[in-house]
């Protein structure tokens, strides 16, 4: 399953790329995220919570940031272990700065399921995959104009 997209968002590079980095940031704004911990050098630890119809469980899983191109680009790569299956994604962050102090945020994906939850059929799971990337997104823009507002 794969995917792309881009948002635009009222802030200037640096500014995403700060919240881009920020653990708390991204702990809040993943869907199902329980717990976020630093493990190494721009990799994370992570407890999911996260149900896809009538697969609900919990997932352990590792985050990591890599090709790490400051403050434009940066390659996530997650593996997610738990009783429903699991899930290996990879997908890459591109920040364009745009005029007037905005920024273009572009990303495509790809993600490979297995186990129970792969039992849903791919049409389904890349709706959900777009619903989760739509809700990080959405929620990460909240974070960055909560931010705007408070400068």
């Known amino acids: 399953m794969n995917g792309s997209g881009e948002i635009e968002l009222y802030a200037p590079v640096d500014q995403v790329w700060s919240k881009l980095m920020d653990p708390e940031v991204l ?9 976020l911990e630093l493990i190494g050098e721009n990799k994370y630890r992570a407890d999911l919570s996260v149900g896809i119809a009538a697969v609900k469980g919990k997932y352990d899983a590792t985050i990591e940031l890599a090709d790490v191109q400051a403050p434009h680009s940066y390659k996530l790569i997650m ?12 997908g890459l962050l591109q920040l364009t700065p745009l005029d007037e102090g905005r920024t273009l945020l572009s990303y495509n994906y790809n993600a490979d399921v297995g186990g129970k939850v792969a039992a ?3 049409r389904m799971l ?24 408070s400068a």
């Open 27 to 35: 702990a809040d704004c993943i869907l199902g995220c329980n717990k």
């Open 79 to 90: 593996h997610g272990e738990g009783v429903p299956g699991f899930l290996d994604a990879e």
């Open 120 to 122: 849903i059929g791919q």
């Open 126 to 149: 890349g709706g959900v995959a777009k619903l989760i990337i739509g809700d990080f997104f959405k929620k990460l823009k909240k974070e960055i104009e909560k931010g705007q507002q």
